[in-house]
């Protein structure tokens, strides 16, 4: 290691060979390159289990899976999708930008970031392993659902959710490396004149998002501590047996929960922010108060837990306080939304793939966030409660949220990342069919949440089943038009038959990061520059 | 670990020390400070481990703490422990409350289990002695534990157990059956509104003691 580093001392663009290159990298672009790859990867591969489950419910009845498999997928789609894809997709976009949007050489902890990254395959392996025994008949894989609530975990859960345990264990410790890492970078390596305020907003929202990670985190780790000596070392925190109670695990997982829904948007209103005053060619509107909004937020989160519990027989007091604090929340969000909206009012717009997928964004988070709202409320609640109302809601906020969120990001970086413009008709063509197949997959599923059809069931009654059928044609379109995107990508980066990005990019780009060369050299800024 | 993970690699931009308190001192408007680069990260570093490890522990602290919750404000429908009995308790003899009893099982547990009586009357202030009926019916000692509830939870806070069996372990040989007593009063406080108390329990295998319990369902079956 030490040759290397001497090494380094004398060719400053001397990138190392091979694969230890990736196994040993210290730079922070080549692992944010990973971060992206490994989600790209777990992207598909929570997208397959996704066609799965919905190639099932095509049509009443059992076609493909018996339900005990079914329970299996709903639950690994759903922890691959949070914790596989958004989350380091996210981790990834922030190793790649925020260095160079702040003036920094690198991120602080450059081995720890090596660390936090190749904990990632590990604890997925682990995870997927569990499938792949399940699917070669040796006992089920988790099928407790993503929010593994005990007693189906605990008393009830499979053998194999011990090694769930231990995957989430491991993913914790990787997030809460990385989150210590973004915090350091950006409190310790910001360039001189960049003061706090003066930050471009996709660092302030990680800055923030990482404090949510290292409070939340350990309580995560905590409470799959606690299955574990239930399972095997005879406490009882989630037994009424031996005097714990059950809807102690709901408190104890959604006080990690709820900020962690937060974790999973606010980098991506990050990436919006710094898209929108690109493409409108004008400064943010209200900056101060998106920093604000996005603070609050975070603080909300903590005090809003109890409405995924609304229906544990919680005195009337509490649900009130939950619903009048959840609320709240929609003032700083409709800040944020309005600050956006006012972004590009009266701005010279122009709409290539980036400025696309960020007015989709804006447009469909928007339709999510209505809808939490209705969710919200107790009494209303009471109905929608573990329907599809509820998987309406969250897809809206997640996939045209959050997963719009990091393609728009994707389109608006890589010529950054790689010294190439990406094939525009492509971004087009992926965005088209995307927004549009994602509304044929999600929006049927408020009204078959309304009319009473229940979650996490592979069968249903026949009345629901023309809109259970749209759903999974829109499905099918959405999963294989993602394909484009890879095949975007893969273009993009070999750069053959595209066109050469400028520094700038973008007409209106503005930052620090548009000052370096595209591709961005291998160590970023080794001088600091100088903001004013 | 700190020097570990603190241990930058320096090829990428190794700045003097001179040079990283400039920053710093710009960066932070604060007071130019003789920091090096590398104590900065690792007081970041030590402060945010910290919260790591306080929040962990936040997370096993939340259990007491809800049960501290729980009992201050009666919620859950938790009746407290073992009581006294006042001396001088009024009995409110204007009105009557009917108190309720059930009895179930936790699915493994191969016990039967139910109240002696299905409900009294009551007044408030007046103590009240009523027995449930256990028997095991395997060929096992199994040992259970019962967790008593109150609905409506909010009338908990005024219901008193003297005495119960489910303050401890019952422990019951191969068909062996009792009597268990439970003694109770209500606060005279106890809220206008508040007419019918429903008191359930639920019995559970003793965690420990499932592979006795387990072992006698073929028993139960052979005795049929």
Avoid at chain 1, 133 to 158: D, I, V
């Amino acid at each position: 290691m030490s040759a290397v580093i001497e090494e380094h001392h004398d060719h400053h663009d001397h990138k190392p060979t091979g694969i230890g290159r990736w196994l040993f990298s210290t730079n922070h672009k080549d692992i944010g390159t990973m971060y992206l790859w490994f989600s790209f990867i777990m992207f598909f591969i929570g997208g397959a289990l996704a066609l799965v489950i919905r190639a099932e419910l095509f049509q009443p009845g059992l076609q493909f899976v018996e339900p005990e498999m079914f329970n299996q997928l709903t639950t690994l789609h759903g922890l691959i999708m949070v914790f596989g894809v958004i989350m380091p997709a996210f981790v990834g976009l922030a190793n790649w930008m925020v260095p160079m949007m702040i003036g920094a050489p690198d991120m602080a902890l450059p081995r720890m970031n090596n660390w936090s990254f190749w904990l990632l395959p590990g604890a997925f392996g682990l995870l997927l392993a569990s499938l792949a025994m399940s699917l070669m008949g040796m006992g089920s894989a988790p099928n407790f659902g993503w929010t593994f609530y005990a007693p189906l975990s605990t008393t009830f859960g499979p053998a194999s959710t011990d090694y769930f345990i231990f995957s989430v264990h491991m993913m914790g410790i990787s997030s809460i490396m990385g989150a210590i890492n973004i915090i350091a970078t950006i409190m310790n390596l910001r360039a001189p004149g960049m003061t706090y305020m003066k930050m471009p907003i996709f660092v302030w929202t990680w800055f923030i998002t990482a404090y949510l990670l290292i409070a939340v985190m350990p309580v995560l780790a905590g409470v799959v501590t606690m299955m574990l000596t239930d399972r095997h070392f005879g406490t009882s925190f989630f037994n009424a047996a031996g005097g714990g109670d059950p809807v102690l695990f709901q408190h104890v997982f959604w006080f990690f929960g709820h900020p962690e829904v937060y974790i999973m948007i606010l980098p991506s209103f990050g990436i919006i922010s710094q898209i929108v005053p690109t493409f409108a060619r004008k400064k943010i509107f209200g900056y101060s108060s998106m920093v604000y909004a996005t603070s609050s937020i975070a603080f909300l989160s903590f005090i809003v837990w109890a409405h995924h519990m609304f229906t544990t027989g919680m005195p009337v007091a509490g649900e009130l306080f939950f619903m009048y604090a959840t609320m709240l929340i929609a003032v700083p969000t409709g800040v944020k939304v309005f600050n956006w909206v006012s972004t590009m009012w009266k701005g010279s717009l122009s709409f290539e793939t980036p400025m696309l997928f960020a007015i989709a964004f804006i447009f469909l988070f928007t339709i999510g966030g209505f809808t939490g709202l209705m969710l919200a409320m107790t009494p209303a609640d009471f109905q929608y409660q573990d329907t599809y109302f509820v998987v309406a809601h969250f897809h809206y906020v997640l996939v045209s949220g959050a997963a719009f969120g990091i393609m728009a990001g994707v389109y608006f970086w890589i010529p950054k990342w790689t010294g190439n413009m990406y094939d525009e008709s492509l971004g087009i063509w992926h965005f088209w069919l995307s927004v549009i197949s994602i509304n044929v997959l999600f929006f049927p599923m408020h009204f078959l949440g309304l009319a009473g059809m229940p979650r996490r069931i592979p069968d249903y009654s026949l009345q629901f089943t023309e809109f259970n059928q749209m759903a999974t044609v829109g499905a099918f379109v959405f999963g294989f038009s993602q394909l484009i995107f890879l095949y975007n990508v893969i273009k993009t980066a070999r750069g053959k038959s595209v066109e050469k990005a400028t520094s700038q990019v973008w007409e209106g780009a503005e930052g620090l990061e548009w000052t370096l060369p595209s591709p961005a050299p291998f160590h970023s800024f080794t001088t600091p520059p100088q903001v004013k | 670990m700190d020097i570990a993970l603190t241990g930058t690699v320096p090829q990428l931009y190794n700045p003097s020390a001179g040079e990283i308190s400039e920053r710093l001192g710009t960066i932070m408007s604060a007071p130019p400070k003789q920091n090096h680069g590398n104590d900065a990260n690792k007081k970041v570093i030590i402060q945010l481990m910290f919260v790591v490890v306080g929040m962990f522990g936040f997370g096993f602290a939340l259990v007491p703490l809800y049960d501290v919750f729980c009992d201050l404000t009666g919620l859950n429908g938790k009746t407290g422990g073992q009581v006294v009995m006042p001396a001088e308790m009024k009995v409110d003899s204007s009105r009557e409350i009917t108190v309720e009893f059930m009895a179930s099982l936790n699915e493994t547990m191969p016990w039967s289990f139910y109240p002696d009586v299905k409900s009294v009357q009551v007044h408030p202030g007046q103590p009240m002695k009523i027995s449930y009926y256990v028997k095991n019916d395997t060929n096992n000692e199994i040992v259970g534990q019962a967790i008593p509830s109150l609905a409506p939870g909010l009338a908990a806070p005024y219901f008193h157990k003297t005495e119960c069996f489910c303050f401890t372990e019952q422990i019951l040989k191969a068909g062996e059956e009792k009597h268990m007593p439970v003694v109770f009063f209500i606060d005279p406080t106890i809220p206008k509104d508040v007419n019918v108390l429903t008191l359930s329990y639920t019995f559970f295998i003793k965690p420990g003691s499932e592979a006795a319990a387990s072992l006698t369902d073929n028993s139960k079956h052979q005795d049929l």
